[in-house]
C-alpha cells in the first residue's frame, strides 16, 4: 500500500476506450488519488515519482478463468504432491501471472483462502486473488478424475485439489455452504463434460435442474453467485434460466444461448487460447490421450461462439483456463480475440466487464479515482494493437500493484 507519482503518461481509459494526452496520475496508500493533464501536484519527499516518458499507463488485467493449482497435466503425479508442495508451486504460477500483467485472477477451481492470504500479506508475490474453492462435481462428471479402476470414494475435501463431488441437491447444498464457510467469492458448477476430464464427453450433460438450483439459492443465500463450466447449449441453457451467473466457455452455444445471456444480463468467459494451445502442444506436455482427442469437439466452435457473442452485445470476459506448462501463454488469448473483435472491447473484457462480473467494479480494472493503484506502463498503444500486450518482454515496463512497483 504504497504512494506513487507518474508522469509523463498517457493514460488508456478502458471505459470509452481513448487514451489521454499527456498526463500525471498519482496514487496514495494504494489506490488512485488523482490524474490530469498539465503540471503535476508536488508530492512530498518520500514519494516517488516515475517518469514514464510518454508510455501508456492502463489499469491491470483481469484473467476470470484460471487455475492456479493445476500445475500438470499428470493427476497421478499430482496425487503424489503434498498440499504444501503444490501449493508452492501454484504461488509461483501466480507470481509469473502478476508479472504478465495480471493484477487480478479469479481461480475457478482449486485456489483456497490460504493461497489468497498468503499473496495478500505478501509472503507470497502474486496478483488478487479472487477464489471460489473446489467445484462442484457430480459423481462421473468433470471433476471426478478417478482412473475407471478406482472405486475408492472420492476424499477431495480434505486435499488440494480442482474439485470435489456432491450428488444431489442435498449434498449440493452442503457443500456449497461448506465453500462459502471457507471464504469462497462464487460456487463454480461443472454441467458439462470437459476436455480434461477422461470418461466424459463435452456434449454430456452433468447435474439436473435441481442441483443447479440448489447450488443459485445457496449461493444468492451467501450474496454470492454461481458460475458454470458448460460448451454445450443443452447444459448452458438450463443453467441460465436456473440462474447460474457466469458461462464459463460456452463453445456450443446457440441462438437461444445468446438470448438468455442478454435477457439474464449474464456474463460469457470464453477461454480461446487453452484449446489453441492444447491442439499445438498438450500432446508434449504430457496430455493424455482421451483428453487430446476431445479438442477438436470445441477447437474450432470457439471462435465462432465469440463472434456470435460480440455481435449480439453479450457482456464477455477475458478467461485462459491454462493448465500445467501451459500457462505461459496467457496473453496469447488477446491475439486470438483479436481475431473477432476490436482492441478497445477485448480490453473492456479485460478491466472494466471483468471487474463487473467479479463484483469489484470501481475498485479494479478502472484508473477511476478511489480505485486500487493496479497499473500496467507498457511501451505501444494497445488500442492501436492488442498484440503490444502479449510481448511484455519487449513492451512492459512495470507492473504496479497497490500502488507498489513489482
Ligand atoms: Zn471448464
Ligand atoms: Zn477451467
Redesign the pocket.
Known sequence: MSSLLITNAHLLHPEDGELSDVSWLEAADGRIAGHGTGRPPTVSEDVPVLDVAGATVLPGLIDA???LL?TTFDPKEAAGWTPGYATVRALKEAERMLRRGFTTVRD??GADYGMARAIEEGLAVGPRLVYGGK?LSQTGGHGDIRPLGDDAMPCCQSRPA?ARIADGADEVCAAARDEFRKGASHLKILISG?V?SPHDEVSAVQYTDEEIRAAVTEAEQHNRYVTA?AYHPRSVNRALRAGVRSV??GNLIDDETIGLLLEHDAFLVP?LV?YDQMAQFGKAAGMPEQSYKKIADVHAAAMSALERAHTAGVNLVF?T?L?GPLHSAQLQEFALRAEIQPAADILRAATTTAARLLRMEGDIGTLDVGAHADLLVVDGDPLDDIRVLTRPEQTLRHVIKAGTVI
Open positions: 478463468h484460471v487455475h493445476l475457478v477451481g467445484a480442482f470437459g480434461a463450466h464459463e466457455h477461454t487453452t478467461g483456463d493448465l
